[in-house]
């Protein structure tokens, strides 16, 4: 634990690289606020100070609480990003526009090739979208296909940052959800905000309120070297039993470490039903996920299917596929073999949902830090763009295009197409009528971005 605390800037964040020149990740540098412990299938990460003095008995009746209070019916959202900026002509696409067709003479959709787009007979969807293609049939897809900001940045980190902190603000240390937690959510419910990236994803980061993080509720598990079995077991009950003791001690350190295994060991109470004894999922799916393509990310929202079902406070849940869309070179072959994974994955987890009578609850929100180029360069790929597309999941969506299709002759100075929707926006939109949340104490000048009706 001491040497988990210790963890410089940044930890928890994964893979992510820093760069000093960029804005500092949300979550970040909130040393005094952030607890680690190092776990096999991921980290627990805990965030806020707002609830010292909690003993164990009080952490436990705190989640009870948020149980009751959010009700079996309380909204949900589910935030995925897809890492790199995905290309979102390739997703929806004029396939018959000749300025398309000039633009991308190797990577333009084919026209017999392409999934008709129901509200617009001039769009596609591309076969790689085929699952979102249903899901927008059917009515539960809202599509924005012109989502960006004003004056776009081209770094990944920095762009990306600013979705996450929900304002163009490389000062911001905390996540647009993690505010909305902080105002809405509960000192004693770390579940509340639960990032399955195996660390914290920046879009949950807090100032007051707990959140955690792990990987998939039946891989989630402490490690300690060299001990096994029933010793196991008791060494993180009385670890937790300790923490739950000292939370008030006079020395911060210890406290900190304290609330660390105290809040931790209520994750690991809470989780232990999803896991078997050999560490298999002990929980079943209504129906099949996807198993090619070399990611969990479906067996990830398989298990976030099952603990919603089981009524664990969920709140807000951040998760991240593997698959990174930076496709400056063969995009094709990356693209046309990886999106497909995670859109039958995201329309297996819609079904399982409604599957169990949950779906009512729960709206997803896909999304990534920009768009790409509009003109193909010369290694068959595509580079850094601006407006982008972007996806709201549910059986409570309006189910339509929000926005205009963004013009390929009307492009910005860097080549890139022009955003129509303010992704500040639809934050304030799905604040203010998913969660009944004035948007202005969680979005920076809220005031500033229309709203749009998402939900029905």
């Known amino acids: 634990m001491r ?9 928890g964040l994964g893979a992510r690289e820093w760069d000093p020149r960029m804005p500092v990740p949300a979550g970040s540098g909130i040393d005094r606020r952030r607890f680690l412990l190092s776990a096999a299938g991921g980290l627990v990460s805990v965030y806020g100070a707002g609830r010292l003095g909690l003993g164990g008995q009080a952490l436990s009746e705190g989640i009870a609480q948020a ?8 909204p949900i959202l589910v935030s995925i990003f897809l890492a790199g900026g ?3 002509l390739s997703v929806l696409a004029p396939t018959a526009d000749p300025t398309y067709l000039k633009l991308r003479p190797t990577l333009a959709v084919p026209a017999s090739a392409g999934i008709p787009f129901t509200e617009d007979p ?8 085929a699952s979102f293609a249903q899901l927008h049939d059917a009515g539960k897809m809202t599509v924005f296909p012109g989502i960006g900001y004003a004056d776009p940045d081209l770094s990944h980190f920095t762009s990306r940052h600013y979705w996450e902190v929900g304002a163009a603000d490389t000062r911001l240390v905390t996540g647009w959800l993690g505010r909305y937690l902080d105002i809405a959510g509960s000192p004693a419910n770390p579940l509340q905000g639960l990032s399955m990236d195996g660390q914290m994803n920046p879009t949950l980061a807090t100032a007051l309120n707990p959140v955690a993080a792990i990987d998939r509720p039946e891989t ?17 009950d009385s670890a937790s039993t300790l923490g739950d003791a000292q939370r008030r001690a006079a020395d911060p350190a210890i406290a900190q470490v304290a609330e660390a295994a105290s809040e931790v060991g209520y994750v690991r109470r809470a989780l232990a039903p999803f896991r078997n004894a050999d560490g298999t999922a002990a929980y079943t799916s209504p129906v ?10 479906p067996q990830r929202l398989a298990g976030l299917a099952a603990m919603i079902s089981a009524g664990l406070p969920l709140r807000c849940v951040a998760l991240t596929p593997e698959t990174q869309f930076d496709t400056h070179a063969s995009q094709a072959q990356t693209f046309n073999g990886d999106l497909p994974v995670i859109a039958d994955a995201i329309a297996a987890f819609q079904a399982d949902l409604e599957a169990r009578g949950i779906a009512d609850r729960v709206l997803i929100h896909v999304w990534s830090e920009f768009g790409r180029r509009a003109l193909e360069n010369g290694s068959q790929g595509t580079d850094h763009g601006a407006a982008g597309v972007s996806m709201l999941i549910g059986t409570r969506t309006t189910g339509t295009m929000v926005g205009e299709w963004p013009s390929l002759t009307n492009l910005d100075v860097n080549g890139n197409q022009r955003e129509n929707v303010d992704f500040r926006g639809v934050y304030a939109s799905l604040l203010e009528q998913w969660f009944d949340q004035d948007a202005a104490a969680v979005i920076p000048d809220a005031g500033r971005f229309a709203r749009y009706q998402l939900i029905r």
């Open 122 to 129: 001039t769009l596609s969807w591309g076969p790689a979208a």
């Open 3 to 11: 040497a988990a605390i210790a963890s410089g800037r940044g930890g």
């Open 67 to 74: 149980a009751t209070i959010q009700g079996p019916s309380a």
């Open 86 to 88: 995905i290309d979102a």
């Open 288 to 297: 099949t996920y996807p198993t090619a393509g070399g990611t969990d990310f």
């Open 220 to 236: 989630f598990s402490l490690w300690l070297n060299d001990v096994w079995g029933d010793v196991f077991s008791l060494t993180l």
